[in-house]
């Protein structure tokens, strides 16, 4: 069976070459590649199902996933999803999330860079650069993002104190749940940092899928506590080279271990 890759985005904006931003112009390619190419864009509990053996994909298939939480990812991504009927996963920082977001943003007036987000968030004015709640509502509502976990404050889960660590993982899943009414059974680590203490503590608050920054791609064999994933860059051609080389059986195991040495 072929091998899913787990895209990993975080902002889609204007900057170009800003540190982990993708064009717009690029994105849409990139989106309009993946449904052109008849590729199918899975849900968590699809790649689940998928990795346990339950689902069985005849096509080949991508999961499409952003860190964080960014307020381009509405500006700039989700009128592109919408287009092509592309599904996606974001991660939220819940502990980053307002009630409503600064309009004049939403109407392209300024879209901070990742920097100036940072800056943003740190000093407490998180809605001139994060999703919002009533944004967030709105996108879980067409059925074509899901939300899901990246703790509530973005803290480094592996260097954290058990309680600390019980506090992240429960609060961010029952805001989630509470808001969206919702299982929220996904969590990505922040900076892909975790333990096994991490790990045991997030199956401990009933979460079924773990996603890291591991390089890679996934199969039945995999490991649905860590579960690999594949950054994207600002290119439409690295995608295309890129998702011809990871959904191949053959290619993706020759492509990976020359990687590895």
């Not at 592309?86 to 901070?112: E, Q, R, Y």
């Not at 969206?180 to 979460?207: F, H, I, N, T, V």
């Not at 920054?213 to 995999?222: C, L, P």
């Not at 649905?224 to 995608?239: C, E, G, N, Y």
């Amino acid at each position: 069976m072929r091998p899913v890759p787990v895209l990993m985005y975080h902002h889609v904006n204007n900057h170009k070459g800003d540190m982990v931003t993708v064009t717009p112009e690029t994105f849409e390619k990139q989106m309009q590649f993946l449904s052109m190419s008849g590729y199918r864009t899975l849900k968590t509990h699809e790649l689940r199902s998928y990795i346990s053996g339950e689902l069985h994909l005849k096509e080949k298939a991508v999961m499409v996933t952003f860190d964080d939480g960014w307020l381009d990812n509405y500006v700039y991504a989700y009128p592109v999803l919408k287009k092509y009927g592309i599904n996606a996963t974001i991660f939220l920082v819940t502990g980053w999330i307002g009630s409503t977001s600064d309009k004049t943003l939403i109407s392209g007036l300024h879209i901070p860079t990742h920097e100036e987000a940072g800056l943003l968030v740190n000093n407490n004015k998180g809605s001139k650069a994060m999703l919002s709640w009533d944004l967030i509502s709105e996108m879980d509502k067409s059925g074509l993002v899901e939300f899901h976990s990246h703790t509530h404050s973005h803290l480094k889960c592996h260097q954290l104190g058990e309680k600390e660590l019980e506090t992240e993982l429960r609060e961010s899943k029952r805001v989630i749940e509470e808001r969206l009414m919702r299982e929220c059974a996904g969590l990505c680590w922040p900076m892909g940092r975790y333990s096994d203490q991490a790990m045991r503590s997030a199956k401990e608050r009933g979460y079924k899928a773990l996603f890291t920054t591991d390089y890679g791609v996934n199969n039945e064999s995999s490991n649905p506590f860590a579960i690999r994933r594949i950054a994207v860059k600002d290119s439409s051609w690295w995608l295309k080279k890129s998702l011809t080389i990871y959904t191949n059986v053959i290619l993706s195991e020759l492509y990976l271990r020359l990687k590895r040495t």
